[in-house]
C-alpha cells in the first residue's frame, strides 16, 4: 500500500487547512501549510482534521466491525435476498463505467468487499478506500493483504472533509454512508468538490419505504441510527449540489432494499 500512496500523493490535501502542500516524510505524511502531521498505522493513512477526530472516536470498534465483516459485508445477508456479490460488482462497475487505468474512491468502504472488487477491475490504476472507522480499515487491510490486492490504499478520512484536492478525481463510489448519516448534503457536496467535470458519482442507499409497514420493517431491520433516504430527497440534494444526469433507480419490493444512484458533475462546472 506503501506504494500506492505515492502515486495518489499528488491528488491529496490537508484536512486540517484545506492546503494541497502534503508531503512524505518517511512513515508520515506533512503538510508544509500548517505543519500537520499524519500518521500510518495497521497499514491504512490516518488523514482526519482535528474536528473530525470525535467522530472517528465513537465509530465502529473491533466486535462491531467484526460483526459487520461476517454478515453484511461478505455475503450473510445477500444470500437471503438472492443476489450474489457478483451482480452488485457488475451493476456498480457499468455505473460508474470502471476502467483497467481509473482511480477510484470508495466512500465508507468498511471492511473493503467493494474496493477490492474495484481493485480487481482497475488493475492498472488504484482503489482508495476512505472510512471514519479505524476497525474497519484494519479488517480492509487484512482482506486486501490475504487477496493479493497491491493497488489499494486504506485512508482513515471523513467523508464531509475528504483529503482530496478540488476536481481531483474521476470516479467516486458512496457505498452507505447517506442512509447511515441524516446528513447527506456535506458527504455530496464534498464528492462534488473533488470531482472533476465530467466526473461521475455512484453509491447505494437504503431508499426509504412508501407504506407504513415497509417502514416499520426497515426499522426493524436497520435500527434506529439508520435514516433510509427517501429517492425524490436524495435526488434534490444531488441537484442542488450541482450535478446533473441524476438517476435513482428505486430497489425491488417496495424500495426495501438497496436502490442505486449516479449523478455526473457538468462538464461546464
Known amino acids: 500500500m506503501r506504494d500506492q500512496l505515492e502515486r495518489i500523493l499528488s491528488l491529496l490535501r490537508c484536512p486540517e487547512c484545506g492546503q494541497p502542500s502534503l508531503q512524505r516524510i518517511a512513515h508520515t505524511l506533512q503538510c508544509a501549510a500548517c505543519g500537520q502531521i499524519y500518521d500510518q498505522q495497521a497499514g491504512f493513512v490516518r488523514l ?15 466486535l462491531a466491525a467484526k460483526a459487520y465483516d461476517l454478515s453484511a459485508a461478505r455475503g450473510g445477508v445477500r444470500k437471503l435476498f438472492a443476489r450474489s456479490f457478483a451482480d452488485e460488482v457488475r451493476a456498480y462497475t457499468r455505473g460508474f463505467e470502471l476502467q ?24 492498472e490504476g488504484v482503489a482508495v478506500g476512505i472510512d471514519i472507522a479505524a476497525a474497519m480499515l ?28 478540488d476536481a481531483a478525481l474521476k470516479k467516486m463510489f458512496n457505498g452507505c454512508l447517506h442512509h447511515l448519516s441524516p446528513r447527506m448534503r456535506p458527504a455530496i457536496a ?8 465530467g466526473g461521475v458519482l455512484y ?26 433516504v427517501d ?39
Not at 464534498?190 to 467535470?197: K, N, S, W
Not at 438517476?247 to 462538464?267: C, L
Request: a positive charge; aromatic letters at 10%.
Open 100 to 123: 483497467p487505468d481509473d482511480i477510484v474512491v470508495d466512500v465508507g468502504c468498511g471492511t473493503g468487499n467493494y474496493t477490492l472488487a474495484f481493485a480487481e477491475q482497475a488493475y
Open 48 to 62: 482526519l482534521a482535528k474536528r473530525d477526530q470525535g467522530l472517528a472516536a465513537k465509530a465502529f470498534g473491533k
Open 203 to 228: 453509491g447505494v442507499a437504503n431508499l426509504a419505504a412508501r407504506s407504513s409497514g415497509m417502514r416499520w420493517l426497515q426499522q426493524i431491520s436497520l435500527g434506529r441510527s439508520a435514516h433510509p
Open 231 to 269: 429517492p425524490d430527497q436524495l435526488a434534490q440534494e444531488l441537484r442542488q449540489a450541482g450535478f446533473g444526469g441524476i438517476e435513482v433507480d428505486a430497489a425491488r419490493f417496495d424500495r426495501f432494499f438497496f436502490g442505486s444512484f449516479r449523478a455526473v458533475k457538468p462538464q461546464s462546472a
Open 138 to 165: 484494519e479488517l480492509f487491510v487484512h482482506h486486501a493483504q490475504a487477496h493479493n490486492r497491491p493497488n489499494v490504499i486504506a485512508i482513515q478520512a471523513s467523508a464531509e472533509n475528504l483529503p482530496f484536492r
Open 190 to 197: 464534498e464528492a462534488y468538490r473533488c470531482l472533476q467535470a
